[in-house]
């Protein structure tokens, strides 16, 4: 047996409205025979994938495709199944297949539903394989092919933040497309069109984006637009580093101009050994050097969508609770490896804890601390001194404790540069008192910020899985469509804002 052809239908098509695999499969030696002509074939087959007994096949029951196995039913039709059998064993829920002949004699044409392109080809391949074996009575490593899958899937599914965008749209009817392996998705078709990349859409200035990426250029112009910001400079050598220590007022932070997920960022800086060691990390981010006076307070993140603000979230630092004894390395590999919420990067609603310079260095000026240090049983060790997501941190939603004068602030922070998704990393003692006089303001403004902390929050329900806000999608920015993309755009937004409403009642 040989597939002569696999490709991906990954929008509406002639087998289903769900996304498909299409497989051409040449039959070889087993065309033509049914599985009742294969003695002990039905149960071999199902001692190894027993859930292939709940499939209901075409006769709409439980327990079907097992009477078509014993009453004789064709190599690829049983291929198919065993597709989705492995794709819902490795955690992607679909059902939908259909297998017929063609008319080139012993190939069959074979279509699955799939989530994952990636794990769904690996099914598909592995099917294929393990029917191969059970035919000619040879073992297969089951349980191997669906850890393989379940690997393809986390390594190669849409990320929190593009994921989260998709699901809403779902949610609102409209047609979701995935157009690589990384996260460009298209939303509906036709003149409705839209693309997303993690959090920036078609509506996202380039021009934008360049400016808050420069993180002096962005202070310069939210200065004017009167935003608080910390006092700071450019530099490109360690000496001038040092030299701010004249200019600015301790304790200073130090992080590369055009850096992001608080790589190389340093804290709490009061000596020139320490600014020399923390610019060094910063130079090998970016040859130029942001060194400002360290804000005040707690370290918020608040969301702004289309100018209106949509969610916040103040952010807690990696850390780690001592039991008097397991070394803090110890402690982060029993986090890292307890804790099924971590994972690399941004696959998972957190990341992964990590010993490197910026921790070590951060445990040695917090309290002359080392790794190998071991914590009394009860002792919270803070890690870093940056609370991002990407570096270990969590997040605590606090959208609705944030002052008026604040949210104004922050809508008109992202007016400035004109992102209409932009996450503000705000310093302040407390989010719902207005902003103190000093000591208090904005960071840094991000495009296309991360959403997990709100959609996965510490210790609370999620800000905005499943309770859509009328304004975070505003009327008229994104045009509503069917499946089809053909239906009146009017009717699609009041069926939109029907299912919001909908949903904010349920």
């Known amino acids: 047996m040989e597939f002569l052809e696999i490709r991906a239908l990954p929008g509406p098509n002639v087998y289903s409205h769900r996304p498909m695999l299409h497989a051409l499969l040449d039959l070889g030696e087993w065309a033509g025979r049914e599985t009742r002509e294969i003695e002990g074939s039905t149960e071999r087959l199902l001692a190894l994938l027993p859930g292939l007994g709940e499939h209901h096949c075409g006769l709409g029951y439980p327990g079907g495709f097992v009477e078509r196995l014993r009453d004789g039913t064709y190599v690829g039709h049983v291929i198919e199944h065993v597709a989705i059998e492995l794709q819902k064993m490795a955690g992607l829920e679909v059902t939908h ?41 040879n073992s297969y490593p089951v349980a191997e092919c669906v850890r393989e899958a379940r690997r393809l899937a986390d390594r190669t599914d849409l990320g929190p933040s593009t994921r989260a965008i998709a699901e809403a749209a779902a949610r609102r009817g409209i047609p979701v497309i995935r157009l690589d392996e990384d996260s460009l998705v298209q939303l509906g078709y036709g003149i409705h069109r839209k693309l997303i990349q993690s959090a920036e859409t078609t509506l996202t200035s380039s021009v934008s984006v360049d400016i808050s990426c420069d993180k002096a250029r962005t202070k310069a112009l939210l200065e004017k637009f009167f935003v608080p910001v910390p006092r700071g400079a450019v530099v490109r050598s360690a000496d001038e580093a040092i030299a701010q220590l004249g200019v600015l007022t301790p304790p200073l932070a130090l992080k590369p101009l055009d850096g992001n997920q608080g790589r190389a960022v340093s804290l709490g800086l009061r000596t020139p050994e320490a600014i020399r060691e923390a610019f060094d990390r910063a130079a090998g981010v970016s040859p130029r050097v942001v060194v400002e006076e360290q804000l005040v307070g707690q370290d918020y993140r608040v969301l702004v969508v289309a100018g209106r603000m949509v969610a916040a979230s103040v952010r807690v630092p990696a850390s780690v609770v001592g039991d008097g004894r397991h070394t803090i390395a110890e402690l982060i590999d029993l986090e890292n490896a307890t804790n099924p919420q971590r994972g690399h990067g941004h696959e998972k609603a957190l990341t992964y804890l990590e010993v490197d310079e910026c921790m070590i260095d951060h445990l040695r000026r917090s309290g002359g601390r080392t790794v190998a240090d071991v914590p009394s049983d009860g002792e919270r060790v803070i890690l870093r001194g940056t609370a991002n997501l990407s570096t270990g941190g969590t997040a605590r939603d606090v959208t609705d404790e944030v002052h008026p004068s604040i949210r104004l602030l922050c809508e008109r922070a992202a007016r400035v540069v004109g992102l209409d998704i932009c996450g503000i990393d705000l310093m302040t003692p407390d989010i719902s008192e207005p902003l103190p006089a000093s000591g208090a303001g904005v960071i840094e403004l991000n495009a296309a910020p991360g959403l997990r902390m709100h959609h996965f929050p510490s210790g609370v329900p999620p800000r905005c899985r499943h309770r859509d806000r009328p304004h975070a999608l505003p009327r008229g920015r994104w045009p509503h469509s069917d499946r089809l993309g053909h239906r009146d755009e009017r009717q699609d937004d009041r069926l939109a804002h029907g299912r919001l409403d909908a949903l904010r009642r349920g």
Do not use: S, W
Request: charged share 25%.
């Open 97 to 137: 297949g259909k297998t017929r002949m063609t008319r080139q004699p012993g190939v069959y044409r074979i279509v699955i539903e799939y989530r994952n392109e990636a794990a769904a080809r690996h099914c598909l391949a592995g099917a294929k394989d393990l029917v191969a074996a059970v035919l000619k009575g």
